[in-house]
């Protein structure tokens, strides 16, 4: 079975301050990719980010930051120095090799960025 | 290259009655998605088209149902609508089918809503 966990439900800091947007994932897959998106208030999943399952490097993009870690199946979003553009629900997501296009979605953790 | 489209955006309809909603994909994108958001059950799989047919489908009933025209056009329908029907509905393409190493790309969505 596919599963996303994201716990925080809700998240508010204070602009220019550093957040992580935790994600456990569960899957039998031995392949499988994970995903980040924003979802605005304009409704709209922008994509983010992909990793595959052989590639636990960690990656940079500007102010984003993903950590990879299959030994605790983890795939955590850290945004440096937040601004109040970066306010939106962030879902993480979660594809197999046995199931093609279907994510499986978290349930998402609404980041709020007081200025 | 223009994004993914839905419409219409917004949809009100009563109990018992029908509703479809469109999806035109990226030009070249062949599989079409759709998911359903809702805030109790979050980002939830409905079905895959690609190449004009089914190639996955979500737990939902048989009230939903969808297909796809030779143009990867897609559309769903949903008969006999319920109160909790109400949602925002989520197309998605991508290039190809059954490799969950795409990335997909998001419409804006339809909200529909069931009075």
């Known amino acids: 079975a596919q599963k996303v966990t994201q716990a925080q439900t809700e998240i508010s800091v204070v602009e220019k301050e550093d957040v992580t947007l935790d994600c456990v994932y569960e899957t039998r897959d031995t392949t499988y990719y994970l995903f980040w998106y924003k979802q605005p208030p304009s409704g709209e999943l922008v994509f983010l980010i992909r990793r595959n399952s052989f590639d636990e490097q960690n990656e940079i993009s500007g102010r984003y930051s993903w950590n990879f870690q299959k030994s605790t199946s983890s795939f955590n979003f850290t945004i440096t120095a937040s601004q109040v553009v970066d306010s939106a629900v962030y879902f993480c997501a979660l594809s197999g090799a046995t199931t093609g296009n279907q994510f499986y979605f978290g349930t998402g953790t609404s980041l709020t960025v007081i200025p | 290259k223009a994004g993914v489209t839905q419409t219409p955006r917004y949809l009100i309809k009563t109990r018992g009655q029908q509703v479809t909603l469109s999806c035109s994909p990226i030009?070249?994108?062949?599989?079409v998605s759709w998911y359903q958001q809702t805030p109790g059950q979050g980002l939830q799989f409905l079905f895959e088209?690609?190449?004009?047919?089914?190639?996955n489908k979500g737990n939902f009933p048989g009230r939903f149902s969808g297909r796809q025209f030779s143009n990867s056009r897609s559309e769903m329908n949903v008969s006999t609508l319920e109160l909790g029907d109400s949602a925002l509905y989520l197309c998605a393409s991508s290039p190809l089918a059954g490799s969950s190493y795409n990335e997909q790309f998001f419409g804006p969505g339809t909200r529909l809503t069931v009075l």
């Open positions: 030009s070249g994108h062949r599989s």
């Open positions: 088209y690609f190449s004009e047919t089914q190639r």
